[in-house]
């Protein structure tokens, strides 16, 4: 099931997804005419700065958040296109040069599916460049939320409660791209642990999106922001440093691969 998000505000707190796909943009060596797909576009910055580097191209940006794509849609370039959908169910008439995704992919539960999915939508001789969450990744964030989440004060909201994530560690990621015999196949793992500028930054991730898929999960009014603030002080208590920094651990699995063209 997606999730929703605020984009304005998420545009404000994603400095560092920003970062993470301005540098991975630098090294896809554009021509400027590719038709390019942007899995996962959030609040669209991204995608538009692919969109500036293809004039004479077209740049697709999917996300199944309306918040996501509302806050996209104010960006307008010729060739930009937003699409709201899910990923997990995605249908597209067209094939692309380029699938690009940024940030996003943890938020897919079955990529065997997703990987049949991107191997339809890229043309031959296409680049698919991938970066999303690892096993390890906001280890912090994660052991707040999960014992509060199983406490019994919060328990009894959480009986449906499905882990939104996929997380893979990269051995058991690379035997599952190994499944689909793709050459010239390239998988790795990042560190791009994080120190936070102060406490306010790190809360504002907490906010959005962090910890939205279980505030939904709490009906009673009083008790929604209750678990939010327990979740947010422990956050920072646990993360705050001396120098009033606050560290998080971000680690990131990367996917490159060319589809190779079919010989006769």
């Known amino acids: 099931m997606p999730h929703e998000f ?19 943009i630098s090294e896809l060596s554009l021509k400027g005419t590719e038709k390019i797909l ?9 995608t538009a700065n692919l969109a500036q580097l293809v004039p004479n191209g077209k740049v697709v940006g999917v996300d199944a958040s309306e918040g996501m794509i509302k806050e996209a849609k104010k960006i307008q370039l010729e060739n930009l296109t937003f699409i709201k959908a899910d990923i997990d169910n995605l249908q597209l008439n067209e094939k692309y040069d ?8 943890h938020w ?10 991107l191997l339809s939508l890229i043309n031959n001789g296409g680049i698919v460049r991938l ?10 964030f994660f052991a707040v939320v999960k014992n509060e989440i199983e406490s019994k004060k919060y328990s009894e909201y959480f009986k449906a409660f499905v882990w939104p994530w996929y997380m893979p560690k990269i051995n058991e990621y690379k035997e599952l791209l190994n499944s689909f015999k793709i050459q010239s196949l390239e998988v790795w793992e990042e ?24 505030l939904k999960y709490i009906n009673d009014k009083e008790l929604k922001p209750e678990f939010r603030n327990t979740v947010v002080k422990k956050v920072v208590e646990r993360t705050l440093q001396s120098n009033g920094t606050c560290f998080e651990t971000f680690r990131r699995i990367n996917v490159r691969f060319t589809k190779q063209v079919c010989k006769m």
């Open 6 to 24: 605020d984009g304005k505000k998420y545009k404000k707190v994603s400095r560092h997804q920003k970062e993470w796909g301005n540098k991975i």
């Open 38 to 46: 942007d899995l996962g576009c959030g609040d669209g910055v991204l």
């Open 98 to 105: 380029i699938v690009f995704s940024n940030a996003t992919l």
């Open 108 to 117: 897919v539960k079955d990529h065997k599916k997703l990987i049949s999915t």
């Open 131 to 140: 970066n999303f969450a690892s096993d390890g990744n906001c280890s912090n």
């Open 191 to 214: 560190n791009s642990d994080r120190y936070f500028p102060d406490k306010d930054t790190i809360i504002n991730w907490v906010d959005q999106p962090s910890i939205a898929p279980f």
